[in-house]
T-cell receptor
Framework: QKEVEQDPGPLSVPEGAIVSLNCTYS??????FMWYRQYSRKGPELLMY????GNKEDGRFTAQVDKSSKYISLFIRDSQPSDSATYLC???????????FGTGTRLKVLA | DTAVSQTPKYLVTQMGNDKSIKCEQN?????MYWYKQDSKKFLKIMFS???????INETVPNRFSPKSPDKAHLNLHINSLELGDSAVYFC?????????????FGEGSWLTVV
């Protein structure tokens, strides 16, 4: 079993839809959770960062962490064609330099 | 100003050749990384350096050798290239690892071995 599981998609939604992206993980020591967005032929860029459990909102993006279920989510409201990209979750714990990434979910928002 | 820059962006080379990818960060970070991304977009850590000291050395063939001349630079040298080495290699940096600090990635180097 991989440490982090993420549905690769692709996920196609119409413009304006609410998108839900998810990752599950097995290592209960993970405390820091990140979402990265990667456009084609580009490097991953940080979208959201959350420490421990709870919600964090930034504009149209909301990150949720449920440590009891070992489940994290990224919600995108009012999705736009410019949101079309691959979304990668990442996580780590304190005391390690290793960040474990999910395989990424490819999202297409149709105009 | 690009925060993490790596060169070259594209590299096509023949099997058996030796090649290097260079990386520089101007963020003042202490920790630098090399990640490999395969065709399925899976990002896997290869190496990590903290203040020029090797911290992470994953199960990578010893044909791959990182070198950190100073904490702002981390280069990757690959000997005797094989077809399976074709991938995208990302350099990244963060403030001191081990504290959940955010990783910042470069734009990637697309390596194709023919």
């Amino acid at each position: 079993q991989k440490e982090v599981e993420q549905d690769p998609g692709p996920l196609s939604v119409p413009e304006g839809a609410i998108v839900s992206l998810n990752c599950t993980y097995s290592n209960s020591a993970f405390q820091y959770f990140m979402w990265y967005r990667q456009y084609s032929r580009k490097g991953p860029e940080l979208l959201m960062y959350t420490y421990s459990s709870g919600n964090k909102e930034d504009g149209r993006f909301t990150a949720q962490v449920d440590k009891s279920s070992k489940y994290i989510s990224l919600f995108i409201r009012d999705s736009q064609p410019s949101d079309s990209a691959t979304y990668l979750c990442a996580m780590t714990d304190s005391g390690t330099y290793k960040y474990i990434f999910g395989t990424g979910t490819r999202l297409k928002v149709l105009a | 100003d690009t925060a993490v820059s790596q060169t070259p962006k594209y590299l096509v080379t023949q099997m058996g050749n030796d090649k290097s990818i260079k990386c520089e960060q101007n963020l003042g970070h202490d920790t630098m990384y090399w990640y490999k991304q395969d065709s399925k977009k899976f990002l896997k850590i290869m190496f990590s350096y903290n203040n020029k000291e090797l911290i992470i050395n994953e199960t990578v063939p010893n044909r791959f050798s990182p070198k950190s001349p100073d904490k702002a630079h981390l280069n990757l040298h690959i000997n005797s290239l094989e077809l399976g080495d074709s991938a995208v290699y990302f350099c990244a940096s963060s403030r001191a690892g081990g504290s959940g600090n955010t990783i910042y990635f470069g734009e990637g180097s697309w390596l194709t071995v023919v």
